[in-house]
């Protein structure tokens, strides 16, 4: 941890920012946000870390998915993910989003988050320990640190290609592109 | 000494026709009905307390071709000495175009239950206000609950199908 | 002496918010250990305005970005009458009429601009915060007129010379109940526990907050650290005798603020109109039986 290094802070104060002050949007879909309460209480405490719980995307940079994601609930993890100002980092956590887990034949879950959201980082298991939530988060600097962390350049890239996507899925959605479709997509890729 | 669910029993095979009661337990009454008498059984057990309609369930029986729906009801105030009872209102409906009138002037909570059992099981229930979607985000042309909806085949053709952004970048 | 003015006024403002934000940090600190966790380092305020202010900020219209400013403006220009030991940039010009008329505008400029973000939240913390502001400003207008009418003057660094001399004001009996009675008031000031309903984070999602992204965060913030130094500062300097130089004010500040602190830790929260009855009851009848003692006992001075 290099919180105390004052010559990086002076160096890139945006970068060691968003390391040390991540305030964690959590999704609470399914049984995933049990472990939360225990990784932000007293016995695991994650504000050491800097990690604290808001309670709007406008103020969150980091969105946490814990537990599997119907249909119905992508709708709100996408307006969601759009209304959190950028930079802004997503994490999976649990097998469900990841493949699916134990909704691999279901007929109304989501198999794969990524197609639809860009996702900076997972934390497989059924269920994680609260541990695991922290060893994502110093990832989650390291990802950060070497410019890795891109998940929000990717969904302004290849804005239209997610859109396709959720369409696929959720039929006509009925809010407007947040990047206009005037753009190609090589603009895009120069944009971010 | 008969128990509560005997006592029952003699009344509802007095007051009508064509319906069979078992007390399997002490606690459990099981009526089997045709689907419409279901009101009238309904609202005669409502009037002798039990007031309370804790569930409507549905099982797929497809070798049969039926769909059997299960009304469970419970008191919610009981007797000193009454043993606690459940009873289950059983009926049988077709499995092409399953329809019955809807119990909501007899049971106003039974409202949900029922567009839950026509968005799952795609059972139209006769006088019902709204029967809109209330779970599922999708349409579905089987639907999802019946015993030949293939949940597999499902998730190949429609899940499987989205393709990774980096995939579909790499196509073009 | 103009140059000494600027000067003065460019320290005291720099100061308020390095100790506002040593405050934030503090009460983070405190709070995480009374919960028996190490909480975070205590310049975490610091890193989260560093963050913000390198985050995308979403505005919705002129009337949004200009509040918060308008707010932030309020709670520098009150800071400038007030003593922070013997500093008092603008002493000549203003006394407590003054500072009351001004501490109005920092929830007004918050209201007018949480008003643009048409959230449903925000208008339901905005219609709490000025309702509390509404119940806090009864006692405390109660408390600041027997004070000067105690004192027979309404110039806040008079208030201290004269305490200078006679003992802070909590040793005159005259001025004992509506001490009191600004205890009871300051957490609601503060928006501590229990009056901690305008942000209420878990039941209306952190209220007029709730739109706010990016550097209008960042500043809402600083207005908060200097909305907790001023409504202390106000404390010290009428009741706990001010302070000869700046470092002796810090710490008496700094003991206020973690008694407070204590109380923020372990209260529940109060439903509005719990707060309002609680208000317009207690400090408000204390402050008036003061005013009435005072009234009654003659002027001291």
Known sequence: MDRNNLGKWLKSPGKMGQKYSLHALYFCTGCGIIEIPPSITTRWDAERFGVIPVATPRQANLFLITGYVSVKTLRYIIRSYEQMPEPKFTVGFGSCPINGGMYWDSYNTIKHLDKYIPVDGWIAGCMPRPEAVFVAVTHLWTLIDKGMADGYNKYRANYQYYRENQEKILGKLEWPPLFSKNIKHEEYRTIA | MKNTGQLLKEKLLLSFEDIQAEVSDEHRLTVNCRKDTVITVLSFLNNSGYDHLALISCVDWIKDNVLELVYILTAYAEDKGKAKMNILVKTRITREKPGLHTVIPVFENAEPYERELHELYGIHFMGHPRLTPLFLEREYKIPPFRKDFDTRKYVQEVFDQIPFVEDKKAEK | ?301
């Open chain 3, 1 to 301: 002496m103009v140059m000494t003015t600027i000067l003065e006024i460019i320290f005291i403002i720099l100061l308020a918010g390095i100790i506002g934000l040593f405050f934030l940090g503090l009460s983070r600190k405190i709070m995480a250990r009374i919960h028996w966790r190490y909480g975070p380092p205590i310049t975490q305020p610091l890193i989260d305005i560093i963050k913000l202010f390198n985050q995308t900020s979403m505005s919705h219209g002129f009337l949004f970005n200009f509040g918060i400013i308008f707010s932030l403006a309020g709670s520098v220009v009150v800071l400038l009458f007030l003593p922070f030991g013997r500093i008092c940039p603008l002493s000549d010009s203003g006394g407590l009429l003054v500072i009351l008329y001004l501490m109005l505008i920092a929830p007004l400029g918050l209201a007018l601009s949480g008003g643009e973000a048409a959230n449903p939240y925000t208008s339901i913390g905005i219609s709490r915060k000025l309702l509390l502001a509404f119940g806090y400003e009864l006692p405390l207008l109660l408390i600041l007129l027997t004070v000067m009418t105690h004192y027979n003057t309404i110039s806040i660094v008079e208030i201290v010379n004269k305490q200078f001399q006679a003992g802070w004001s909590f040793q005159h009996l005259s001025l004992l109940l509506p001490g009191i009675a600004y205890i009871l008031i300051l957490p609601a000031i503060l928006g501590f526990r229990p009056f901690e309903l305008i942000q209420a984070p878990q039941e209306i999602s952190s209220g007029p907050m709730a739109e706010y992204s990016g550097k209008f965060l960042a500043l809402t913030t600083i207005q908060h650290a200097f909305n907790i130094f001023i409504s202390i500062s106000l404390f010290t300097n009428l009741f706990l005798g001010g302070a000869a130089n700046p470092g002796y004010f810090f710490l008496k500040i700094l003991a206020v603020f973690v008694i407070f602190l204590f109380a923020n830790a372990v209260f529940p929260r109060f439903r509005i109109e719990q707060a309002i009855k609680y208000l317009w009851r207690w400090p408000s009848i204390l402050a008036f039986a003061g005013l009435i003692i005072v009234l009654i006992t003659g002027k001291n001075f």
